[in-house]
């Protein structure tokens, strides 16, 4: 009977305790906020961004034949829903500038013998020249012309291969899944590190009780800001570096780019990180509300970024909410760099944002760091 107390008393004092804790997270409207929305962000943005479905296929026409084969060819393509016809080019030289500005995904050549083949009941080929960049995309984007085909023989030649496709896959010949993710990667781990790094820093100084003690420093608060901006770009440009020399040297995916190019891209990309970070930590008052504030972020942000699934796949709304997003234009500007071989003039277009945003959260920290500390 005694022993019935005790476990009754155990479970009244567990119950008054999850009663009070509970009732501590509800009447705080932080923990109301980070409780409620961000099951329902992440699933939104899980829900529409995560889609590896290809539901559109830019592409652009190259036709040396201007037969009445190929014209029925094209008018097979055209038919689909999956094909948006971007360009009609005159010639293979033109497709590079298409699929190096992101227009098309891949390109459709068809040769000057096409028709003359067909008529000799030979099998024709037609060729397809695909942006290896992002291999997924680009080996979906193959199968869907080779299902056109398949129907094409199907209706034309009695189920006979009339037709062949020949793929090209540029900067990815062997379509390699890590070609394209690695380099990505260079960019990813070093942007969780920053974020999180700089989002710790106010925060813990707050935590330890060294906060007051650092402002009663000669430092001006500007100074003591920088001053805790500058570990975490230096810890993202190391890491980054790791990453490169482990894609370059021990997984053999060959650089095609400007070493000079690429370190002014993370070097951007990190203080536009650092600067969101810093913004979370002058934000928050303990480590604890830093962690949970940049789970809430980076899901998202890192799933926006396109590294995974193409930015184009996702609904407008998100594709426009990805312009305030750093990483997706640094990795943009990364993949290009080692792939391709980028230049400056290609890809300052992804060093704009990258700027605007550090322009915004680095002067947003400073201010929130003002408020806090006053």
Do not use: C
Not at 266 to 278: D, E, K, N, Q, Y
Not at 286 to 306: D, I, R, T
């Amino acid at each position: 009977m005694q022993t019935l107390t005790g476990w009754r008393l155990i479970w009244q004092h567990l119950l008054f305790l999850a009663h009070k804790e509970l009732l501590a997270l509800v009447k705080d409207p932080r923990m109301k906020f980070m409780l409620i929305m961000p099951p329902i962000i992440q699933g939104l943005i899980f829900g529409y961004a995560a889609n590896y479905n290809l539901d559109e296929v830019p592409y652009a026409l190259v036709d040396s034949s201007h037969s009445a084969a190929s014209r029925d060819l094209i008018a097979h393509m055209d038919a689909s829903p999956s094909f948006r016809r971007v360009a009609t080019l005159g010639n293979v030289q033109e497709v590079s500038d298409y699929v190096d500005s992101g227009e098309i995904i891949m390109a459709v050549v068809i040769p000057e013998d096409f028709a003359s083949k067909l008529e000799r009941g030979e099998t024709a080929p037609v060729q397809v020249l695909a942006d290896g960049r992002n291999s997924s995309i680009a080996g979906i984007a193959s199968g869907y012309v080779n299902a056109v085909v398949a129907q094409w023989n199907l209706d034309r030649a009695g189920g006979r291969s009339a037709l062949s496709v020949e793929t090209r896959t540029w900067y990815n010949p062997n379509q390699l899944t890590r070609w394209n993710f690695l380099p990505g990667l260079i960019g990813m781990i070093s942007f969780v590190q920053v974020i999180l790094l700089g989002g710790m820093s106010v925060a813990k100084e707050r935590e330890e009780g060294t906060f007051d003690q650092l402002l009663v420093t000669p430092l001006t608060q500007t100074e003591i800001l920088l001053g805790k901006a500058i570990p975490p770009i230096l810890v993202g440009l190391f890491q980054s570096t790791a990453l490169f020399l482990i894609a370059l040297l021990w997984f053999r995916v060959p650089f095609q780019g400007s070493l000079g190019l690429l370190y002014l891209s993370l070097l951007l990309f990190a203080v536009s990180a650092t600067g969101i970070g810093l913004s979370i930590s002058s934000l928050a008052r303990n480590m604890q509300q830093v962690l949970v504030y940049v789970l809430v972020f980076l899901m998202p942000m890192v799933l926006l970024s396109g590294i995974a699934t193409p930015v184009a796949n996702m609904p407008e709304a998100l594709q426009i909410i990805t312009y305030i997003d750093p990483m997706r234009f640094a990795l943009d500007a990364i993949r290009r760099i080692y792939a391709e071989g980028a230049s400056f003039m290609e890809i300052w277009p992804d060093f704009v944002p990258m700027l605007a945003i550090a322009a915004v959260t680095l002067p947003l920290a400073g201010w929130l760091f003002r408020r806090h500390a006053a």
